[in-house]
């Protein structure tokens, strides 16, 4: 089935490591999107990619990294987890045609401890 | 960027129409205005899209008017699997138009009583 699968699904992490969220498309989509999501807050957008190779700053951008090194992944790092950083993480992707909605996968939920 | 304000929630009994509006004072020519809905533990989903007046499919209508600084999105006869909470979101026609930024705002958690 076409979509969005991240991984992993849940994890808990102690302060301090470091962990990557993956996030992975099958439907050649070229805008790529990584959210967070906290009770009372909805969504907040943390890092974008327009196109493979491009990268994009969105609201809450610090303490996360994003590369963007072909088409299908869009990884998300944490170098040095801190327990504000407990959330739940949405990966979207969109096409580049016109009025594309998002598609979105399934969340990872983090805790930082 | 235009920036999004909804009601954060709202109650409704099954079999009843629902409206929620949503205001986007700053929304740009170029902007579309998009509906998801989000269950618990599970992404968005796309709901409907729209640019101006009115637009319908086989899950609800959207009602823009003129001046599109506001919309409202309208499900008719809810169930109580309607209860999520719903987003409007206003972005560029194309990812190239403002640097892919799409920024939601909070959300209206819809509740349907029986």
């Known amino acids: 089935i076409a979509g969005i699968t991240q991984a992993p699904t849940s994890q808990i992490l102690a302060a301090g490591r470091r962990m990557t969220l993956r996030c992975t498309q099958d439907m050649r989509h070229n805008a790529m999107y990584w959210y967070r999501q906290d009770l009372g807050l909805g969504l907040r957008l943390i890092h974008y990619?327009?196109?493979?190779?491009?990268?994009g700053k969105g609201e809450v951008p610090d303490g996360y990294s994003v590369s963007r090194a072909n088409t299908d992944d869009f990884p998300l790092t944490l170098a040095s987890a801190v327990p504000s950083q407990t959330s739940v993480y949405f990966c979207?992707?969109?096409?580049?045609?016109?009025?594309?909605?998002?598609?979105f996968g399934n969340g990872t939920r983090l805790t930082v401890t | 960027l235009a920036k999004t304000t909804q009601p954060i929630s709202m109650d409704s009994y099954e079999g009843q129409e629902v409206n929620i509006t949503c205001s986007h004072n700053?929304?740009?020519?170029?902007?579309?205005i998009t509906w998801y809905q989000q269950f618990p533990s599970q992404g968005p989903r796309f709901i409907i899209q729209?640019?101006?007046t009115k637009v319908t499919n086989e899950v609800a209508s959207l009602f823009i008017p003129a001046d599109r600084k506001s919309s409202t999105l309208s499900l008719p006869r809810v169930s109580l699997s309607d209860t999520a909470v719903y987003y409007c979101?206003?972005?560029?026609?194309?990812?190239?138009?403002?640097?892919?930024?799409?920024?939601f705002g909070q959300g209206t958690e819809l509740s349907v009583k029986p």
């Open positions: 979101l206003v972005g560029a026609t194309t990812i190239y138009n403002q640097g892919g930024k799409l920024i």
């Open positions: 700053n929304i740009a020519t170029n902007d579309y």
């Open positions: 729209g640019y101006k």
């Open positions: 990619s327009n196109t493979a190779g491009t990268t």
């Open positions: 979207a992707s969109r096409d580049s045609s016109y009025n594309s909605p998002l598609h």
